[in-house]
């Protein structure tokens, strides 16, 4: 009885840490939205969050785009061969990566790459006690330091996607139309007249941005509520690679049954 007592209090310990950290992430979001107006006057810092985030980033981002797009072609060209429809190909491809593969394995890749950067300053930042010393100089860290860095996320997480979609569909054409040979009109026929614009591509850039603000929202987090040493850091800096990745992943299903289950 004792130890069935012990285990429902260890849990219940858990359930109110979780619902703690739950509301100081609501409360550190909150603060950075209420600061955007401000963050926005100041863009020369927000561009150079765009531009250290983003580009940093671009070459993984085009290196797995163009990879995934000749494995989802050669894949997909086998799958529709069975059926004798291979001049769908090009549909099939550019479905997948604008829809689901460009917005997800983008924002993982994000995760890992950009995020993790993220965490990993804020850490330093706080260790070395920046942080403390702007605010001792009636300087804000949430409008100087995190705004833009989450309007640059927030920014650079679509036309990473975007990006990562266009060599994807790049991977898919030179595997199913320069090497196997399917009808080059027909891959690219088919492609125009299957996507929409509203309900794949505008959908798709809805994704990206959702997830652009949960990684982006969640490295700053973490960075900003690390213990002050570099333990404290590198714990940080991994748990915004595993809770960004199951935000990603929780909010593409939410984000996919709301917008295409009619469809």
């Known amino acids: 009885m004792t130890g069935l007592l012990d285990r429902v209090a260890h849990l219940g310990k858990w359930v109110i840490g979780v619902l703690i950290g739950l509301g100081a992430f609501a409360r550190l979001c909150a603060a950075v939205i209420a600061r955007l107006p401000r963050v926005v006057k100041r863009m020369e810092l927000v561009s150079a969050q765009v531009h250290f985030l983003g580009n940093h980033s671009l070459a993984i981002i085009l290196v797995s785009g163009l990879f995934v797009g000749l494995v989802l072609g050669l894949q997909g060209y086998y799958t529709l061969r ?11 491809v550019a479905l997948s990566l604008v829809r689901e593969l460009g917005p997800v394995v983008t924002a993982l890749l994000f995760a890992g790459r950009a995020g993790t950067s993220l965490t990993a300053e804020i850490g330093l930042m706080k260790a070395g006690e920046q942080l403390a010393a702007l605010e001792a100089m009636a300087v804000d860290p949430v409008e100087r330091i995190l705004g833009p860095r989450f309007l640059g996320g927030f920014i650079a997480m679509p036309l990473l996607a975007a990006l990562f979609s266009a060599l994807g569909v790049v991977g898919g054409w030179l595997v199913g139309v320069a090497l196997i040979g399917v009808d080059a009109g027909a891959f690219w026929s088919q492609m125009s007249e299957g996507v929409d614009f509203w309900n ?64």
């Open 200 to 263: 794949d591509i505008i959908n798709g850039v809805v994704k990206s941005m959702v997830f652009g603000f949960a990684v982006t929202s969640i490295a700053l987090y973490m960075g900003y509520s690390s213990r002050p040493t570099p333990e404290g850091v590198s714990r940080a800096t991994t748990a915004t690679v595993v809770a960004g990745s199951l935000a990603v992943l929780g909010l593409d299903f939410v984000l996919t049954a709301l917008m295409f289950s009619s469809n």
């Open 82 to 92: 069975r059926y004798g429809s291979e001049e769908a190909l090009g549909l099939l």
